[in-house]
Nanobody
Framework: QVQFVESGGGLVQPGGSLRLSCAAS????????MGWYRQAPGQQRELVAS???????DYVDSVKGRFTISRDNAKNTVYLEMNSLKPEDTAVYYC?????????????WGQGTQVTVSS
């Protein structure tokens, strides 16, 4: 069974940092590139960072230089280190595969983890 379990969100002041974790099913993690997605209220979910099985990374322009995605293949876990957080980073963050060209698995979203950036 495919599962993604996200954790690590919370309330942080602007300029602060958080580290998100996502435990993924081994069957998915070992095959596919992984991505962190986010959805803010009233907006569509967007891909913010992705990492291939070989470790190549890519980021949406709005988070470049502030977010770092990494993966631990032994633990089937993907991380998102977020620094210099801004109020516009407030969203529910999810992880999922990033299959090209299909994108995430549409029926396997986890519960996500809420990130709120506010003073």
């Amino acid at each position: 069974q495919v599962q993604f379990v996200e954790s690590g969100g919370g309330l942080v002041q602007p300029g602060g940092s958080l580290r998100l974790s996502c435990a993924a099913s081994r069957s998915i993690f070992s095959i596919y590139a992984m991505g962190w997605y986010r959805q803010a209220p009233g907006q569509q979910r967007e891909l913010v960072a992705s990492i291939t099985s070989g470790g190549s990374t890519d980021y949406v322009d709005s988070v470049k230089g502030r977010f770092t995605i990494s993966r631990d293949n032994a633990k089937n876990t993907v991380y998102l280190e977020m620094n210099s957080l801004k109020p516009e980073d407030t969203a529910v963050y999810y992880c999922n595969a990033n299959r090209k060209p299909l994108g995430p698995f549409p029926t396997y979203w986890g519960q996500g983890t809420q990130v709120t950036v506010s003073s």
